[in-house]
């Protein structure tokens, strides 16, 4: 089945730690997506790509680092310096980005957590 | 500022009691507006695309609609497996380039027997 894997589903982080978030798709999408999800807000772009080796920042990039060297695969890095990491992430692909207007699907999401 | 709201914040309804949830939407040059399911611990799950006002899409009991200002979510005799948190987004022209979605903070409907 085509889809968008996010691993691991829970993970927790220590002080001073960098930690990096999976997302990976077989729908033979462009454009991929990082988003993030605090309760009783809506979801917030950290980072996206439209392309392999391209990336933009979104309006939350600060403490996140991401890469894009294959179609498939967009891992997102939250750093040390991202204060309050404690939120849930969810991983998004569609066919193109830009003024395609198509669709975004979802995974279903990292929740992480400081230990 | 775009913005995207989403009313009411929670809804709870008998099952078969009929009722709409509504999004409005303040951006300059609608691309496209979204409708999402998210189920708790779920990322969300794509119901509707639409592009013009005066459009709708149906699925099962959902009925999605359009105009220039906001859209709605008619739910008709509701079953309590379509309790979840539905959620709203817009595509505008600002942005577009990005590919970027505006999301509302989501209504949670809960349907219970």
């Known amino acids: 089945d085509g889809g968008i894997t996010q691993s691991p589903k829970y993970l927790f982080r220590k002080e001073g730690q960098n930690v990096t978030l999976s997302c990976e798709q077989n729908?033979?999408?462009?454009?991929m997506y990082w988003y993030r999800q605090d309760p009783g807000q809506g979801l917030r772009l950290i980072y996206y790509?439209?392309?392999?080796?391209?990336?933009q920042k979104g309006d939350i990039a600060e403490g996140y680092s991401v890469s894009r060297e294959k179609k498939e695969s967009f891992p997102l890095t939250v750093t040390s310096a991202q204060k309050n990491p404690t939120a849930f992430y969810l991983c998004?692909?569609?066919?193109?980005?830009?003024?395609?207007?198509?669709?975004?699907?979802f995974g279903d999401g990292t929740r992480l957590s400081i230990l | 500022e775009d913005q995207v709201t989403q009313s009411p914040e929670a809804l709870r309804l008998q099952e078969g009691e009929s009722s709409s949830l509504n999004c409005s939407y303040t951006?300059?040059?609608?691309?496209?507006l979204f409708w999402y399911r998210q189920d708790p611990g779920k990322g969300p799950e794509f119901l509707f695309t639409l592009y013009s006002a005066g459009e709708e899409k149906e699925k099962e009991r959902l009925k999605a609609t359009l105009t220039k200002k906001e859209s709605f979510l008619h739910i008709t005799a509701p079953k309590p497996e379509d309790s979840a948190t539905y959620l709203c987004a817009v595509q505008a022209d600002r942005g577009s380039t990005l590919g970027r979605l505006y999301f509302g903070r989501g209504t949670q409907l809960t349907v219970w027997p």
């Open positions: 951006v300059s040059g609608l691309r496209g």
């Open positions: 998004a692909s569609s066919i193109r980005g830009g003024r395609s207007n198509q669709p975004q699907h």
């Open positions: 790509s439209q392309i392999v080796n391209d990336f």
């Open positions: 729908l033979n999408h462009d454009a």
